[in-house]
Nanobody
Framework: EVQLQASGGGLVQSGGSLRLSCAAS????????IGWFRQAPGKEREGVSC????????TYADSVKARFTISRDAAANTVYLQMNSLKPEDTAVYYC???????????????WGQGTEVTVSS
């Protein structure tokens, strides 16, 4: 069973930092991507950043570029999102999502972590 365990959220003042973690387990793979999404109250879920396990390539939403950094610990199957210079508009529940490739085929499943809440006070 695919499991994604997200953690690291909390309350921080504007300008502060947090590091989110997404630990993936329960599946065999030859590649996967982990993406971070967020959903603020009353808004749609949006993509924040993602990283590919195989080569570490990453992408970022324009709103977080130069402030957030995504990284991975391949040995631990864990992806981190370092969030610096946080702003009140970063307040949201953050979710991690996985796309998994096994035996050369990307799975059709939709795998989400449980969400971790980030609140940035002004």
């Amino acid at each position: 069973e695919v499991q994604l365990q997200a953690s690291g959220g909390g309350l921080v003042q504007s300008g502060g930092s947090l590091r989110l973690s997404c630990a993936a387990s329960g599946f065999d793979f030859d590649d996967f991507t982990i993406g971070w999404f967020r959903q603020a109250p009353g808004k749609e879920r949006e993509g924040v950043s993602c990283i590919r396990e195989r080569d570490g390539s990453s992408t970022y939403a324009d709103s977080v570029k130069a402030r957030f950094t995504i990284s991975r610990d391949a040995a631990a199957n864990t992806v981190y999102l370092q969030m610096n210079s946080l702003k009140p508009e970063d307040t949201a529940v953050y979710y991690c999502h996985a796309d998994i490739r096994t035996n050369g085929v990307w799975r059709q499943g939709d795998y989400w972590g449980q969400g971790t809440e980030v609140t940035v006070s002004s």
